[in-house]
């Protein structure tokens, strides 16, 4: 299952999707990473099929079970690592982001979303924040 990292670099904060490897088989990727000042919004959805719109067009959703890969949609490309009985961390993003939104279960998605809504400075002496799923 995929898992949601908060990793340091030079340029600030960065979260990243690290994909399991069938994932990434299927999304034909092993990560997504966006700098945490991209994050408009991050919340929770206990309901993993709500978290997805549009229709994909990379990757593969098994209905009832998992959905990985971008889906498109009106307003642009989500990108989502989903599992059914899952809660979903739900982050919307900004410009220039190539995603309006990501959608990942992590097991812990309420405590994901409360470190990474804007506003909310990360620890600079913690280790990098880990939420896998």
């Known amino acids: 299952m995929a898992r949601l990292v908060l990793e340091r670099d030079a340029d600030g904060w960065t ?4 994909l399991a490897w069938w994932e990434a088989l299927l999304a034909r990727r092993r990560a997504v990473r966006v700098p945490r000042v991209w994050v408009a919004s991050a ?3 206990p309901d993993w099929w709500r978290a997805m719109r549009g229709t994909p067009v990379v990757g593969r959703c098994r209905p009832g079970r998992f959905c990985v ?8 490309r989500d990108f989502v690592a989903v599992r059914a009985g899952v809660p979903v961390l ?3 993003l900004r410009s220039p982001s190539p995603f309006v939104r990501l959608a ?20 600079e002496e913690d280790a990098p924040e880990e939420a896998s799923g």
């Open 90 to 92: 739900v982050l919307e």
């Open 15 to 18: 979260v990243v999707v690290r």
């Open 69 to 76: 890969g971008e889906r498109e949609h009106v307003l642009g």
């Open 104 to 123: 990942v279960s992590v097991p812990d998605a309420g405590e994901a979303a409360r470190s990474l809504r804007p506003g909310e400075d990360a620890d």
């Open 43 to 45: 919340g929770v959805e």
